[in-house]
């Protein structure tokens, strides 16, 4: 039972909010996009991907509508809220001032 | 509003979530396998991959599903299901449980029942009657005297600023209409705004106006009470306007008061209430003063300003008021009524009741403990399936909720049952009595919340073993008695030092409690009360006047000393023991040099001649009172020995003068101390006049008549009745007990305590004997595969046994420790309570301890002895 730890549980919120933000997409492409997008550095797996979706659903941050897919069958599409947008800014914001942070002290040692 | 929709969503559709989710996930599946295709593998090798790699997410399911708003609403009916299973799977141990719960919720229920109602609220029908007190005078040392003056009262209600409302009532007896249908009640003579200041309002006609008095010239107003206007008036509407006579004095009647209205004296069920005559003498302190506190205003804050207004009156008005101060205090801390009476036998009774809950509290622990052992398994299993710790917590408690809920359904009826019990119990004084013993919101409030408590107490040993294990261990062991683990053996010996630190300190409360009130029972009141018969006759109520009443007792005593049967017969204006305060006066004793501001109030009572020798009070000097002792002749008293010692440092007081009511007394004799107001008491100066040229019997306690007569109470009624109305056909207001009844009024709240004190120590031996038996056996009966591993390796059974006593001893002598602990740091709440009987005594302790310890090697010794007889092979295969 062991729980990613806080770092990358808001890493990967903030990940799937990106991709989100583009357009709707389902759980399966959201991890396809990020493994693409990062050039297979990033792997998300379903056990963290979905209790991710679902918590950032609850927040409301991000909504789900069920639409047929390119595959022409059932799927769950999720697509960014007003309130996902905000704070998607906050997350961007917060990570670059966090990742800036964290370079130059890994640059200067 | 979407947010809204997503809860009611998954309120009501937490099925379809789980569906959709389900779909969810499956689609991700397929999609990962159509991956795999693509790479090139085989579709069984692309399925397997894909199902490994989603593997993982049955786990999380549950972490999703929590993620869910008003999460826990979901599970809550599975987890009602679940434990209602688990209680029918053992109905057994389940029955045991709800009965033991009962036993310990029923009995706080009923106490606190009692508390609620005859202590704290004893006036039903008065709105809003936390805000309600007592305002009392106060005077340095000595006896209390509460009573407040008309004029005193009037400055109190003008000057104090943080009540609404100030007031006064006198109570007494009376009788309603004439000869054959006069009816005895009592009576209150009140202030107009007596009604308006309780927030009483009449069911028929009205209250008084706020500035109404009584004026004896003119025809009084009178409101009844419902009952009266029940029985008497057989509630007829035309009442109102009506005139009867009570007390022989027209009345009118102008008001009926709603049935649950009986009065605002604790423990006296009054009937009629009329409107109290002005008095400008603030000498005259004969009422009792209720006051309404303004909203947010505490009672020390009243009471800190009572008391600056009384410094002022006193400074004002010194001739009447040097000394007198004042006080508020809450209803049932009032000097005056049955309040007072009951509140220290209550708190013993509700510590009591506390500590009988706690220990049927670790008894059910106990047995919830050893039923979830079998659950260990299943819970280790279901941990590694993904169920939250969280989750598996509240299934336990909700069990264990079950549980308490189904027990307080079966204690509250009890409790209710249990309510009017003390109605029961209370000794025939002659006062009609009314107790509240109804129960309020408030009682259903707290059974309600001693069920949650009992269920959060009891629920909280399982938990702890369920859920503190890991789950390797859980499923490597759990639901094998096997040796146990060094925790689970943990918990059970502190349950064991626990069960038996909470039942020494009760059974040592309880058996402080039964010896205290044994010795009071047991307490010389200092004369002899077998076989005489006491009536008290409201002669006030046949409007005698003091000569009157006199001449009435006297020919009455010479008529009945001539009756069959009887052998002595006296009369005086009080009967001692009773629930009364007690007349008392200053006295100047010629001689005795009083320091400043020493209170010099003494109790006394008026007798007849004859009245010492009745009651077999020994006269150690001087003589009796004769009937020539009359207003006409110089005034005389008899004192007590210590009035002897108090005044005249124990020498012969005869002869000596005393002044009392401005006159001058000569002693003239002396009798031996006695029990006057409480058994309890200290021994206390005390005096007594000579009927003829005291106060006389007019008040509420009316006269008194002794006779020592060869028959019961019952039988001396007709006699008296025949006696009395041959001298005055209409006198009415009689009642007639045995002077032993009588006197057991001084018992009331200490028997009630002891009656139900008794009950519940034998419901706390019950309790602490089996719980010890099953905490201990069910420890050692765990051992069961260790004493067959020794047994097999060549233990001797004898030092088996001897291992198995020394755990049991020791947890026993741990949880003795731990309860003397708990007596010990108790003992200073107790002690003002006890009577005779240290806090420390040894008795209790030890007879506490002894017991304790018995059931200790007795619970240790058979399943010992059983397992020791079993063959070492089947102990070991069992598992």
């Given at each position: 039972m062991s729980k990613p730890t806080d770092l990358v549980q808001g890493t990967l919120d903030l990940l799937i909010l990106k991709t989100v933000a583009l357009e709707p997409v389902h759980g399966w492409a959201i991890a396809q996009r990020i493994r693409q997008m990062s050039s297979e550095v990033l792997q998300v797996g379903e056990s963290a991907l979905y209790p991710a979706l679902h918590k950032l659903e609850q927040r409301g941050w991000i909504e789900a509508e069920w639409k047929l897919s390119e595959a022409n069958r059932r799927a769950k599409y999720y697509s960014l809220t007003r309130a996902g947008r905000k704070a998607l800014a906050a997350e961007t914001g917060n990570w670059e001032r966090l990742a800036g942070a964290i370079s130059a002290i890994v640059r200067m040692v | 509003m979407e947010r809204l929709l997503l809860i009611l969503r998954a309120v009501f559709q937490s099925k379809r979530a789980d569906q959709e989710l389900d779909e969810e996930l499956q689609y991700h599946l397929d999609m990962q396998v159509q991956e795999g295709l693509k790479r090139g593998l085989t579709p069984q090798q692309a399925q397997t991959a894909a199902k490994r790699a989603l593997g993982a997410i049955t786990q999380r399911k549950e972490e999703i599903r929590e993620a869910r708003p008003l999460h826990s609403l979901d599970g809550l009916w599975a987890d009602i299901k679940y434990g209602l299973r688990g209680i029918r799977r053992n109905p057994g141990i389940s029955t045991l449980i709800v009965l033991i719960m009962a036993l310990g919720i029923g009995a706080t229920t009923t106490v606190f029942g009692w508390i609620d109602g005859m202590v704290l609220h004893p006036f039903r029908g008065a709105a809003d009657d936390g805000q309600l007190a007592v305002l009392e005078s106060v005077r340095a040392n000595g006896i209390e005297a509460p009573s407040v003056s008309y004029a005193d009262s009037?400055?109190?209600?003008?000057?104090?600023?943080?009540?609404?409302?100030?007031?006064?009532?006198?109570?007494?007896?009376?009788?309603?209409?004439?000869?054959?249908?006069?009816?005895?009640?009592?009576?209150?003579?009140?202030?107009?705004?007596?009604?308006?200041?309780?927030?009483?309002?009449?069911?028929?006609?009205?209250?008084?106006?706020?500035?109404?008095?009584?004026?004896?010239?003119?025809?009084?107003?009178?409101?009844?009470?419902?009952?009266?206007?029940?029985?008497?008036?057989?509630?007829?509407?035309?009442?109102?306007?009506?005139?009867?006579?009570?007390?022989?004095?027209?009345?009118?009647?102008?008001?009926?008061?709603?049935?649950?209205?009986?009065?605002?004296?604790?423990?006296?069920?009054?009937?009629?209430?009329?409107?109290?005559?002005?008095?400008?003498?603030?000498?005259?302190?004969?009422?009792?003063?209720i006051v309404r506190l303004k909203?947010?205003?505490?009672?020390?804050?009243?009471?800190?300003?009572?008391?600056?207004?009384?410094?002022?009156?006193?400074?004002?008005?010194?001739?009447?008021?040097?000394?007198?101060?004042?006080?508020?205090?809450?209803?049932?801390?009032?000097?005056?009524?049955?309040?007072?009476?009951?509140?220290?036998?209550?708190?013993?009774?509700?510590?009591?009741?506390?500590?009988?809950?706690?220990?049927?509290?670790?008894?059910?622990?106990?047995?919830?403990l050893a039923r979830s052992g079998s659950q260990q398994r299943e819970f280790g299993i279901r941990i590694a399936l993904g169920a939250s710790p969280a989750r598996l917590r509240r299934q336990l408690f909700c069990e264990s909720l079950l549980l308490a809920t189904l027990a307080t359904l079966a204690g509250l009826p009890l409790a209710l049952w249990f309510q009017n019990l003390p109605v029961y119990l209370v000794p025939p004084t002659g006062v009609p009595v009314y107790l509240n013993v109804y129960p309020s919101a408030r009682v259903f409030l707290f059974a309600a919340l001693v069920c949650l408590a009992a269920a959060q107490i009891s629920g909280l040993p399982p938990v702890f073993q369920s859920l503190r294990r890991s789950v390797v261990d859980a499923l490597k062991q759990g639901g094998r008695s096997d040796t146990q683990s060094g925790q689970s053996r943990r918990i059970s010996g502190l349950l064991v030092v626990a069960e038996v630190g909470l039942a020494l300190a009760a059974l040592v409360t309880l058996?402080?409690?039964?010896?205290?009130?044994?010795?009071?029972?047991?307490?010389?009141?200092?004369?002899?009360?077998?076989?005489?018969?006491?009536?008290?006759?409201?002669?006030?109520?046949?409007?005698?006047?003091?000569?009157?009443?006199?001449?009435?007792?006297?020919?009455?005593?010479?008529?009945?000393?001539?009756?069959?049967?009887?052998?002595?017969?006296?009369?005086s204006d009080s009967i001692p023991l009773g629930f009364g305060l007690g007349k008392w006066n200053d006295v100047t004793v010629e001689g005795y040099a009083a320091r400043r501001g020493e209170n010099l109030g003494v109790h006394h009572a008026s007798v007849s001649p004859g009245y010492f020798d009745l009651l077999r009070m020994p006269l150690l000097a001087g003589r009796d009172f004769k009937p020539e002792d009359n207003p006409n002749a110089p005034p005389v008293m008899i004192v007590n020995e210590s009035f002897a010692r108090r005044f005249f440092d124990g020498r012969d007081p005869v002869g000596h003068r005393v002044q009392v009511f401005a006159k001058p007394f000569?002693?003239?004799?002396?009798?031996?101390?006695?029990?006057?107001?409480?058994?309890?008491?200290?021994?206390?100066?005390?005096?007594?006049?000579s009927f003829d040229q005291g106060g006389g019997g007019s008040g509420e306690n009316g006269v008194a008549f002794y006779a020592r007569t060869d028959r019961d109470a019952h039988g001396f009624v007709p006699i008296l009745r025949r006696e009395m109305s041959s001298i005055d056909p209409n006198s009415a207001g009689l009642t007639a007990m045995a002077l032993s009844d009588y006197i057991s009024a001084a018992w009331f709240g200490p028997r009630l305590a002891s009656l139900f004190l008794g009950v519940l120590g034998v419901i706390a031996m019950l309790l602490a004997g089996v719980g010890l038996y099953g905490v201990m056996a069910n420890s050692v009966s765990q051992r069961t595969r260790e004493i067959g591993i020794r047994m097999a390796l060549g233990a001797e059974p004898s030092g088996v046994l001897r291992m198995v006593i020394r755990r049991g001893l020791l947890l026993a002598l741990s949880g003795i420790a731990a309860g003397l602990v708990i007596a010990l740091a108790a003992a200073p709440q107790i002690e003002p309570l006890l009577y005779h009987v240290s806090p420390a005594d040894p008795i209790s302790i030890a007879g506490a301890a002894l017991f304790l310890i018995v059931v200790a090697v007795i619970a240790s010794l058979i399943p010992a002895l059983r397992a020791t007889r079993v063959d070492p092979i089947r102990a070991l295969q069992e598992e």
């Open positions: - | 009037r400055d109190f209600q003008d000057s104090l600023r943080s009540i609404s409302g100030l007031l006064l009532s006198e109570k007494g007896p009376a009788s309603i209409g004439e000869g054959e249908n006069a009816y005895v009640v009592w009576y209150e003579n009140v202030s107009g705004n007596y009604f308006d200041v309780l927030g009483v309002k009449p069911i028929l006609g009205r209250a008084f106006a706020r500035d109404e008095y009584g004026d004896r010239a003119k025809s009084l107003t009178a409101v009844i009470s419902y009952r009266l206007w029940k029985n008497y008036f057989h509630a007829d509407e035309s009442v109102l306007g009506c005139t009867v006579r009570i007390n022989r004095y027209p009345v009118t009647i102008i008001g009926v008061v709603p049935p649950e209205f009986c009065g605002d004296f604790p423990g006296v069920a009054l009937d009629v209430w009329v409107p109290a005559p002005l008095a400008s003498d603030r000498n005259a302190r004969r009422f009792r003063a909203p947010g205003v505490s009672v020390s804050q009243a009471s800190a300003e009572a008391a600056t207004v009384a410094a002022r009156l006193s400074v004002a008005f010194p001739k009447t008021n040097e000394g007198v101060g004042a006080r508020i205090v809450p209803i049932w801390k009032a000097q005056e009524g049955a309040s007072r009476i009951l509140a220290s036998p209550m708190a013993i009774l509700g510590t009591a009741c506390g500590l009988v809950l706690l220990i049927a509290c670790a008894n059910v622990a106990n047995l919830l058996g402080l409690f039964l010896r205290s009130l044994n010795g009071l029972q047991n307490t010389p009141a200092g004369y002899d009360h077998r076989y005489v018969t006491v009536s008290r006759l409201f002669l006030a109520t046949n409007n005698y006047t003091p000569s009157e009443e006199r001449q009435f007792s006297r020919q009455l005593r010479e008529r009945l000393l001539e009756s069959p049967g009887v052998t002595g017969a006296a009369y000569t002693i003239v004799g002396m009798v031996k101390d006695s029990k006057y107001l409480s058994l309890s008491e200290a021994p206390q100066p005390y005096f007594y006049m």
